[in-house]
């Protein structure tokens, strides 16, 4: 793992490495009745998955055509999106601004969810708001100090979370800080912070559970973070080990062949795992990738994955460095709980490329212009 972070992608490779990578290799021992020498098969191909993605961190930058905007045009550009995506969810919910408390949370996802079923749009404008706009509006608003973009993505987090109850979207906002502080010295310790940082957020949830006698504080900040991803992943492998993979039949390849179940993967696995088909047992681009195409399926997701990091890193080049590693914070939350492909549609990756693609040029002493990896441990 980088030591040193010189490519803003580093960010979301350290994060896939804590919320996926560790847990798989051990919670899946406590999540699922299996033998040692089949789970190694999983950890193998676990282990080089991540052994191709970081060569593309050798790899020199792309030459990538692109428009020279200044930062008003930036800025009128990303104003004409969010007033849009804006419009249209206020148009669909309402406008209500209130803090949620986690045990009401479930109720206003039941009635977002039968908002959805008549207004399908809401289901990209939503996440592309919580995941895309507003961090970069927050991030612009720190790195160019202007309080008021930074307020405003605030606002739009919290609103964001009055009418999902996600609580991704509300915790997103500590992240974000987080991030700035493992940012410390230009991200030279990047590596040990978010190493360190994880042990001490896992002591502290031990803590708060003896001090507190509150099962949500440790199931918040480790449970779901941590722990579920790699719990999932055991119920995927497990599965799809014994019956019959799905190569993307309920999705893009639909019109290749025919799904091979009565019930959505999620709901599957949280039917036979759970006992409760109402259970959406989302898992990561790892347990995805495994149920559609076997380990290879794990390969091959690691090489399309790395390719889009790598162009991401190449759009990043010579821009804002702290805007660019802000950028992928939430995406690779998202990455260690959703497939990679609802990833890049639904939860804004995509939209990420984008507007990375469309950034002015910084200043040659806030550019990013990592070439290679200096530092490894």
């Known amino acids: 793992m980088p030591v040193k972070i010189n ?6 490779y350290w994060l896939l490495y804590i919320l996926t990578y560790i847990p798989i290799f051990w919670v899946v ?8 020498s089949s789970l190694i098969w999983l950890h193998s191909t676990l282990f080089i998955s991540f052994g191709i993605i970081y060569i593309f961190y050798y790899l020199p930058h792309l030459s990538i055509p692109r428009p020279h905007l200044t930062w008003n045009q930036y800025g009128l550009c990303v104003g004409l999106i969010a007033f849009a995506l804006l419009a249209y969810v206020v148009s669909t919910f309402g406008f209500r601004l209130r803090l ?32 895309v706009i507003h961090p970069l509006l927050m991030s612009l608003g720190i790195t160019k100090r202007r309080p008021f973009l930074f307020i405003v993505g605030v606002i739009g987090q919290l609103y964001i979370y009055s009418i999902t109850g996600y609580k991704s979207i509300i915790l997103s906002i500590a992240l974000f800080f987080a991030i700035l502080i493992a940012l410390w010295r230009g991200g030279r310790y990047l590596g040990l912070l ?12 031990i803590l708060a559970s003896f001090v507190t006698n509150i099962s949500l504080i440790p199931y918040l900040s480790v449970g779901r973070l941590i722990i579920t991803p790699g719990m999932l992943t055991g119920y995927y492998y497990d ?3 014994q019956y019959n993979n799905i190569y993307m ?3 893009v390849l639909s019109f290749l062949s025919d799904y091979p179940y009565d019930l959505p993967p999620d709901q599957m696995i949280g039917a036979v795992y759970r006992g409760d088909a109402s259970i959406h047992a989302n898992a990561n681009m ?24 790598w162009v991401f890193d190449s759009l990043a080049r010579n821009r804002n460095r702290k805007v660019a590693v802000l950028m992928l914070g939430l995406p690779a939350i998202n990455l260690s709980n959703t497939a990679l492909e609802t990833s890049m549609l639904t939860h804004g990756i995509a939209l990420v490329i984008i507007l990375m693609y469309l950034m002015p040029p910084e200043s040659t002493t806030r550019r990013w212009s990592g070439e290679r990896v200096e530092e490894t441990a």
Request: proline content about 2%; aromatic content about 16%; cysteine-free.
């Open 29 to 36: 021992y406590y999540s699922v009745e299996m033998k040692v």
């Open 194 to 205: 978010t190493a360190w940082g994880t042990v001490g957020l896992v002591g502290m949830a």
């Open 286 to 309: 790892w347990a995805d990738s495994f149920a559609n195409f076997g380990l290879t399926g794990m390969l091959v997701f690691a090489v399309i994955l790395g390719v889009i990091l």
């Open 7 to 12: 490519r803003p992608s580093q960010l979301l």
């Open 239 to 241: 599965f799809f080990s």
């Open 249 to 251: 039949s309920d999705g």
């Open 100 to 131: 949620l408390s986690f045990y009401e949370v479930y109720t206003v996802r039941s009635e977002l969810k039968q908002t959805l079923a008549s207004a399908s749009l809401a289901a990209y404008a939503i996440p592309w708001l919580g995941n």
